[in-house]
């Protein structure tokens, strides 16, 4: 079965840095269109902040976490990563990373099949 594990979350103070990671399991790596991160805080929809493609030919990322978060990927070791840079106490969320073997899928903060289940993150003044 597909898995996925999110890993590298914590209690950080403002203007630190986190690398969280997605290590994958029970599917080719290479059969994933595309790969995410999303956050979401209790009682609200989740945000997507980041995807890349699995050619790595095209990234997005979303306007508040832009020039802050990157997305790289590791063949390799079946991986997916997010280097958060000069956090803010509002990044304070549960991250998921997420994947989808889908074609031609508007990209939003669902449109992924496979997820993990949820790293927190915690940002304090």
């Known amino acids: 079965q597909v898995q996925l594990v999110e890993s590298g979350g914590g209690l950080v103070q403002a203007g630190g840095s986190l690398t969280l990671s997605c290590g994958t399991t029970?599917?080719?790596?290479?059969?994933?269109?595309?790969m995410g991160w999303s956050r979401q805080v209790p009682g609200k929809g989740r945000e997507l902040l980041a995807a890349?493609?699995?050619?790595?030919?095209?990234?997005w990322y979303g306007e508040d976490v832009k020039g802050r978060f990157t997305i790289s990927k590791d063949n390799d070791a079946n991986t997916f990563v997010l280097q958060m840079d000069n956090l803010q106490p509002e990044d304070t969320a549960v991250y998921y990373c997420?994947?989808?073997?889908?074609?031609?899928?508007?990209?939003?903060?669902?449109?992924?099949?496979?997820w993990g289940e949820g790293t927190q993150v915690t940002v304090s003044s």
């Open positions: 890349i493609t699995w050619a790595g030919l095209n990234v």
């Open positions: 029970g599917r080719p790596f290479n059969s994933y269109v595309r």
């Open positions: 997420a994947a989808d073997g889908r074609h031609g899928r508007t990209l939003t903060a669902t449109s992924f099949d496979f």
